[in-house]
């Protein structure tokens, strides 16, 4: 996609979540996040979404179709013609019939892509000139917040945390505190990763903790947790990938644990294991 300079901040904080700007914009979209609160607080409410936003493609639209694509449909199931009607026995008529649905399905599907396309291009379109973002619903889970949380402080190195190591007993006692998940800080020394410190988010609409760990070779560890809805015993680890952002999450009672890392890490799973038995 075309740079969105000179757009307003939400227009540009909508294409840095699609992933459609040019590296060096979500670079430099990366920095006015890690330093500008009110820009983080818009991502959060473009990432939560809203009631209006399930209404920008509402009830389908009873206008009739267009004649061109219409008159396509009605000339593909006509018969050939010359074709002489006493030569179509009952095969060549189901074969015939077959054919004229088969035709009948393809410009169908290919008239509702039209449609659709045409649809979200007017709203892109119409929100550029009205100064405003278009209104888009997209499904998104907790993990793609803490995959987008990632993204953005994994290339910090100044500003990679909010509590430095150090204060170990404040990090657990406020992460507890603010997230209702009782933990402990995992000593993953083992692993090679040094502990470098915490952050407080908003996954998903709920507090979440983050801890924060750096390996040997400066790749950025993660684990994040919040509260869920309460499940009897501790589930399996359950692996999902966004890009270039590797997750292994599971459940303990009400709080819900996700240990992030580069998905080309192949340690990544074995890792989580050993977390979700210290932590």
């Not at 997230?179 to 470098?196: C, Y």
Request: glycine share 8%; net charge negative.
């Amino acid at each position: 996609m075309d740079s969105t300079q000179g757009f307003p901040l939400e227009v540009r904080l909508s294409a840095y979540l699609d992933g459609r700007l040019p590296e060096a914009e979500m670079e430099e979209i990366d920095t006015l996040l890690a330093n500008d609160a009110d820009a983080r607080a818009v991502l959060g409410r473009l990432r939560t979404g809203s009631a209006s936003d399930m209404r920008a493609f509402g009830t389908p639209s009873q206008e009739p179709a267009p004649a061109a694509p219409a008159k396509a449909i009605t000339e593909a199931a006509a018969p050939k013609a010359g074709t002489p009607p006493e030569s179509v026995g009952p095969a060549a008529a189901r074969v015939s019939r077959r054919r004229r649905r088969f035709w009948m399905q393809t410009i169908s599907a290919s008239l509702a892509l039209f449609l659709a396309g045409a649809a979200a291009g007017y709203l892109i379109a119409m929100g550029r000139e009205a100064g405003t973002p278009p209104q888009i619903a997209v499904t998104r889970g907790w993990l793609d917040d803490i995959a987008d949380y990632h993204r953005i402080y994994s290339r910090q190195t100044r500003h990679l945390t909010e509590v430095p190591a150090g204060d170990d007993d404040h990090i657990v006692e406020w992460l507890s505190a603010s997230t209702g998940v009782t933990f402990r800080l995992p000593d993953l020394s083992a692993q090679k990763l040094i502990f470098e410190g915490a952050r407080l988010l908003v996954a998903g609409g709920k507090p979440t903790g983050q801890l924060l760990y750096r390996d040997t070779d400066g790749e950025i560890f993660a684990i994040c947790f919040r509260q869920g809805e309460p499940v009897e015993s501790r589930t399996a680890l359950t692996e999902n990938m966004r890009n270039d952002i590797g997750l292994v999450s599971w459940q303990r009672g009400t709080a819900v644990f996700v240990v992030v890392g580069p998905s080309a890490d192949p340690d990544l799973e074995r890792l989580a294991e050993t977390v979700s038995t210290t932590i």
